[in-house]
């Protein structure tokens, strides 16, 4: 069974920096695109917002406008694992962020900027 598990999560000023981890098993991790996405607070399950996305076959990468030149999304195949370098974070990057493929979703890692 496939099955993905986030963690890095945490509080942070504004300005700083998290780096949050996917480690993906259960399935041909070389062979998909893996995603974050973030659920605001308040919002429903339905409303999570993608945040970038990794093909890991070849590294192809997608960022969201909010988070382009903030963000680095990666992988390292040989841990299936996927990660989000979170820098020059703002109080509204404030969400439960998931690691996300196909039709499994990790259990989520909050991430909260302070102002």
């Known amino acids: 069974e496939a099955q993905l598990v986030e963690s890095g999560g945490g509080l942070v000023q504004a300005g700083g920096s998290l780096r949050l981890s996917c480690v993906a098993s259960?399935?041909?991790?070389?062979?998909?695109?893996i995603g974050w996405f973030r659920q605001a607070p308040g919002k429903e399950r339905g409303e999570r917002g993608g945040?970038?996305?990794?093909?890991?076959?070849?590294?192809?990468?997608y960022y969201a406008d909010s988070v382009k030149g903030r963000f680095t999304i990666s992988r390292d195949n040989a841990k299936n694992t996927v990660y989000l370098e979170m820098n020059s974070l703002k109080p509204e990057d404030t969400a439960v962020y998931y690691c996300?493929?196909?039709?499994?979703w990790g259990q989520g890692t909050q991430v909260t900027v302070s102002s």
């Open positions: 945040v970038s996305c990794i093909r890991t076959s070849d590294g192809t990468t």
């Open positions: 996300h493929t196909e039709s499994f």
């Open positions: 259960g399935f041909d991790f070389d062979d998909y695109a």
